[in-house]
């Protein structure tokens, strides 16, 4: 990565969060000087013009990006995402999270993730499909089942992934679902993938309070954010007896202590679009949210929200972060040194998503499909694996857990960089 990119990127918080954690990782394993930077910085930044003719035949450039990490792994894989505050600081720092999480549970990906600054909702169908198809045209020489295959992020969702998923299959001139996961079912989407990350945070939440002897039927859970995601997570934990206290969106946080009818909510939601005059509960702020007293915590929404105020006033038992980096560098000092509150990683947390876009990926490579009981089994397999990997790689080395799936994942990509060799 050209050194001018990577300054221009420290201007991020986000990043630099990344890089902190990056250094102290390698530091804890002793990762030799001459593979650091090849291992910490991102492989490839393509940014692109999106000129997109509007419903009133004006025209707006939209800006986008795709950062791929690493490609010494496997096919870069990662998200896109749709938001008005995306920075290329930030998606930078997302694909490395994605280089982590793929090896963390082995899969043979590097790791990418895309933005555009655009706030989704201001856009028509018509609009949005125009511009998911130009970002994918523009991003064409840089994609393909075997080098780049992205996904649903935060603002995108599966009939996103169906435009793309088309546009690339037209420019080929043949059907390539493998291209992208996170599609519509009928385009060779998996069964499973929609509720894939909700669903997988619910069950290592469900695993951890084994672990940690708290009985699921006597959990309370706050969910920040109700999107994908946190939405998926909320049904799954609720269908396991847990009792959903809290939930918000970026329009409304909504309490109940006698829980909140998550299927209504769901189906408010997908009406109404936003929580905003929900009748489930009384209105709280997002602050009164993250530091509810509570047995679970989940950041589902966007990073950087648990800072270190917070972290101070946090009141959970567990912190399960289903987003990427909701918690900051300083944040995450604190809640060590309170060692009250047990983290689940992000890139441990909600690794469902990317594990199904695997095999979503690999039934469109062998056009021979899955039902959804195998998907979900298979996928709780994985998890599992991966779990039991960072507690022995915690216990072993005596890391906090997030150090523990960070080393694993750091580990993996360093690797195979150093047996790839340098070309002379
Ligand atoms: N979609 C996926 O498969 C995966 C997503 N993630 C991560 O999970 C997080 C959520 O992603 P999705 O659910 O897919 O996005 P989404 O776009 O479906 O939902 C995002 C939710 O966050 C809410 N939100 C935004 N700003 C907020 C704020 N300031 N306060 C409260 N809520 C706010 C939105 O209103 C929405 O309910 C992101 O960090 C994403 O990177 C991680 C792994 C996979
Ligand atoms: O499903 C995927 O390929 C990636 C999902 C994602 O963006 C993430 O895990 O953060």
Request: proline content about 4%; charged content about 20%.
């Amino acid at each position: 990565m050209s050194k001018t990119i990577v300054s221009s990127l420290y201007d991020s918080d986000v990043f630099k969060q990344a890089c902190r954690q990056f250094d102290l990782a390698a530091d804890a394993i002793s990762l030799p000087e001459s593979i650091r930077d090849r291992t910490k910085y991102p492989k490839r930044c393509v940014a692109v013009a999106l000129p997109i003719k509007r419903d009133d035949g004006s025209v707006t450039v939209f800006e986008g990006y795709r950062v791929q990490h690493n490609l010494s792994t496997g096919p870069a894989k990662g998200g896109i995402r749709f938001h008005q505050d995306v920075t290329l600081g930030e998606v930078a720092a997302l694909s490395m999270w994605m280089s982590w999480k793929t090896s963390l549970v082995g899969l043979p990906y590097g790791g990418a993730k895309g933005g555009v600054i655009v706030d989704p909702r201001q856009l028509s169908e018509g609009e949005l499909e125009r511009l998911s198809r130009r970002y994918m045209q523009e991003l064409i020489p840089f994609m393909g089942p075997q080098i780049d295959v992205p996904a649903p992020d935060v603002g995108t969702n599966a009939k996103i992934m169906g435009w793309m998923m088309d546009t690339y299959s037209n420019h080929v001139g043949r059907n390539e679902p493998a291209c992208v996961t996170g599609k519509p079912i009928s385009l060779g989407g998996s069964q499973g993938r929609h509720e894939a990350t909700g669903a997988g945070v619910a069950y290592l939440v469900k695993a951890y309070l084994e672990d940690f002897n708290i009985p699921i039927s006597s959990a309370t859970i706050a969910i920040q954010g109700f999107g994908n995601v946190g939405g998926e997570a909320a049904l799954a934990l609720a269908n396991y007896g847990a009792k959903i206290v809290a939930i918000s969106d970026y329009s409304a946080a909504i309490h109940n202590p006698a829980g909140i009818d998550i299927k209504k909510a769901l189906a408010y939601v997908t009406s109404q679009k936003v929580l905003h005059n929900f009748d489930g509960g009384e209105m709280i702020t997002n602050e009164e949210l993250l530091t509810l007293d509570c047995t679970v915590l989940i950041p589902a929404a966007l990073e950087r929200v648990i800072t270190a105020e917070i972290a101070q006033k946090l009141r959970c038992r567990v912190l399960a972060e289903a987003a990427n980096g909701p918690t900051t560098f300083s944040a995450d000092k604190i809640l060590e040194q309170r060692d009250d509150i047990e983290i689940i990683p992000d890139v441990l947390c909600n690794s469902g998503g990317v594990i199904v876009s695997y095999f979503e990926w690999l039934q469109n490579l062998q056009n021979f499909y899955w039902d959804r009981d195998e998907v979900l089994k298979k996928l709780f397999v994985m998890l599992d694996r991966a779990k039991s990997s960072v507690e022995y790689q915690k216990r072993k080395f005596k890391f906090s857990r997030r150090l523990a799936a960070l080393t694993l994942g750091i580990q993996r990509v360093a690797e195979t960089k150093q047996s790839r060799g340098l070309f002379p």
